[in-house]
Each structure stands twice: as structure tokens, then as C-alpha cells.
């Protein structure tokens, strides 16, 4: 159990455009999820918390109007890059988790590349 | 910033135990620690949680010191598999807004 599915797994885009990625919970209700960043080489960044039905909480220096993040319901979170540059490029991971005695569990991660 | 610390790399022989330490001497007393790993180019994967008492489950077991200032992570039998990042994390935060803040984490070669 606990499976996050995260969508899609890689994206290319062209500068200026916007991309929206996917994160699941598939067999759980996930009251909070988080989006993480990660540039090669490199630990996972926390992006923002999300939780269902109320704005998202971002990490000191994200820019919220450029990282939007939904979490419409239980089971969905979106990040949305907007005008992406080149520099957005990089891998994005959601984590999802039903209640901090549950665990957290990983979504598989999107490569995103900007040109 | 991240509450634990790590050693940057690590080998380890096909078959002998890992054992991977992780300092975290600022850890409050409700506070958890985790152990996820993360293999290259995916998202990371949970191994083990603990608050106190040691534990066990079918991945590996969480030593955790009587004062709650380390622990230890140890894969029993290590496969060419358990190459890794592994990261020891302690959960931050209050009961909602639990968040899991990554360190630099610990680069496990295991060789043949």
C-alpha cells in the first residue's frame, strides 16, 4: 500500500511556456503533500507543503506566482511551472502522507527540461 | 538546515552488513527519525522509522542510542541493489505540518 504516482516522468518544454505536473496518493488519502526540487548532484530541496482545501505553504525563497501548487483533493496535487527558463530545469518529486504517523511516501519524480 | 549529520560516502562489500551512522544531538523528544534512500534518478524510498526503542522490518534494522543523539542504520546482507544515497532525517514540525527536511546524506557503493 501507500503508492504516490507522479506524472509525468519527464518533459521537455520551450522557455516562457508553462508545465503542470501530477502527484497521486492511489490507495490512501493523503491529508498533506509535499513538492521537493532536486539539481544534479544534489539533496532534495522542499519546495511548499500542500494540504487539501487550503493554500499552499512555501519554503523561504520560492517564488509562489511561479510554482503554483493545487491540492484540490485528497488524492491530487499539481505543480505548475510557470514561464519556465532554463535555469527551472530539474528533477521535482511530490511526497504525500496520510498523518505524520504514517510515513511519507515518494512519487517517482519528474525530469524537467527547459529549452 | 538539516539536524543530522552524515559521512559523505561509504562502501561496502556484497554480502556484509552496512552499517551507516547518523548524528542528530539536537533531536527534541517527539521527534522521529527516518531513513529513506534514494537510488539515482528516482524518488527517494522509505526504509525505517523509529522514535526510541530500536526496530526491525524486512529492509533493515534502526539503532537508536539511549540518549537519542545518533543512530545507526544497518542493512544485514548488502546487494549491488542497496547502492544508494541514504538520508536520516528528523521530522520537523507540529503534528500538521510535519514536513521531512533533507540532509547531504550518505553515498553507499556496494562493491562485488
Known amino acids: 500500500g501507500a503508492v504516490v504516482s507522479q506524472h509525468p516522468s519527464r518533459v521537455i518544454c520551450k522557455s516562457g511556456t508553462s508545465v503542470k505536473i501530477e502527484c497521486r496518493s492511489l490507495?490512501?488519502?493523503?491529508?498533506?503533500m509535499f513538492w521537493y526540487r532536486q539539481f544534479p548532484k544534489q539533496s532534495l530541496m522542499l519546495m511548499a507543503t500542500?494540504?487539501?482545501?487550503?493554500?499552499?505553504?512555501?519554503e523561504q525563497g520560492v517564488e509562489k506566482d511561479k510554482f503554483l501548487i493545487n491540492h484540490a483533493s485528497l488524492t491530487l496535487s499539481t505543480l505548475t511551472v510557470t514561464s519556465a527558463h532554463p535555469e527551472d530545469s530539474s528533477f521535482y518529486i511530490c511526497?504525500?502522507?496520510?498523518?505524520?504517523?504514517?510515513?511519507?511516501?515518494f512519487g517517482s519524480g519528474t525530469r524537467l527540461t527547459v529549452v | 538546515d538539516a539536524k543530522t549529520t552524515q559521512p559523505t560516502s561509504m562502501d561496502c562489500a556484497e554480502g556484509r552488513a552496512a552499517n551507516l551512522p547518523c548524528n542528530h544531538s539536537?533531536?527534541?523528544?517527539?521527534?522521529?527519525v527516518y531513513w529513506y534512500r534514494q537510488i539515482h534518478s528516482q524518488g527517494p524510498q522509505y526504509i525505517i522509522h523509529?522514535?526510541?526503542n530500536n526496530e526491525t522490518n524486512e529492509m533493515a534494522s534502526l539503532i537508536i542510542t539511549e540518549d537519542r543523539k545518533s543512530s545507526t542504520l544497518i542493512l544485514p546482507h548488502a546487494t549491488l541493489r542497496d547502492t544508494a544515497v541514504y538520508y536520516c532525517?528528523?521530522?520537523?514540525?507540529?503534528?500538521?505540518?510535519?514536513?521531512?527536511?533533507f540532509g547531504t546524506g550518505t553515498r553507499l557503493q556496494v562493491f562485488p
Open positions: 539536537t533531536i527534541s523528544g517527539n521527534e522521529y
Open positions: 523509529g522514535l526510541k
Open positions: 511526497s504525500a502522507t496520510r498523518g505524520p504517523y504514517y510515513g511519507y511516501t
Open positions: 532525517i528528523v521530522r520537523l514540525g507540529s503534528y500538521n505540518t510535519d514536513k521531512l527536511i
Open positions: 500542500s494540504n487539501e482545501g487550503s493554500k499552499a505553504t512555501y
Open positions: 490507495d490512501f488519502q493523503a491529508t498533506t
